[in-house]
């Protein structure tokens, strides 16, 4: 059976919170002690931290970045694929992921949710760590109903929730 592969996303470099960085790492631990692999967008702000905590207890981690060199990754990166997309690789770490993990975010965060919702992927917001998590927190992003955002308040739950949706 294969692994189950876990994207975790949100809040860039420039934006992201203490908070949403500590939720994220803890994200990412998460997802390691459960043996699943840790997708990211490759860079620094949340996709760093869930990184990092993902290092931390032994995980794989493969980030999937905008850039067209690897030098742009964060250094906890084992697998480093460098798309030259731009945002445009928002649709492959989505189209990658089993569950996808919304820690904050801005913009750029919602399209890789958007993207996860148009293939029904489950997708779970960790409530209370602001941008657009909180704000598509137990929704349906339209009318076709296709999967309800989910809401949990802890990271073990979020991770817990992600992969008890994996089919």
Not at 41 to 46: A, E, I, P, Q, T
Request: some cysteine.
């Amino acid at each position: 059976m294969k692994k189950p592969q876990i994207l975790v996303i949100g809040f860039g470099d420039n934006h992201c919170t203490d908070r949403a960085y500590d939720l994220a790492y803890e994200v990412g631990k998460e997802i390691a002690e459960r043996g699943a692999i840790l997708v990211t967008g490759g860079l620094k702000g949340v996709m760093e931290a869930a990184s990092r905590g993902a290092k931390s207890e032994g995980g794989l981690v493969v980030g999937i970045i905008p850039q067209d060199s690897k030098a742009s990754a964060n250094p906890y990166n084992d697998v480093v694929i460098s798309t030259g997309v731009g945002h445009s690789r928002d649709f492959i770490t989505a189209y990658s992921a089993d569950a996808v993990i919304v820690v904050g975010g801005g913009s750029g965060t919602l399209i890789e949710v958007c993207a996860a919702y148009l293939k029904a992927k489950p997708i779970i917001a960790l409530v209370g760590s602001g941008g657009v998590a909180d704000r598509i927190v137990d929704t349906y992003l339209d009318d076709r109903c296709l999967t309800r955002v989910v809401g949990e308040k802890e990271p073990r739950r979020a991770v817990e929730r992600a992969l008890s949706l994996v089919k």
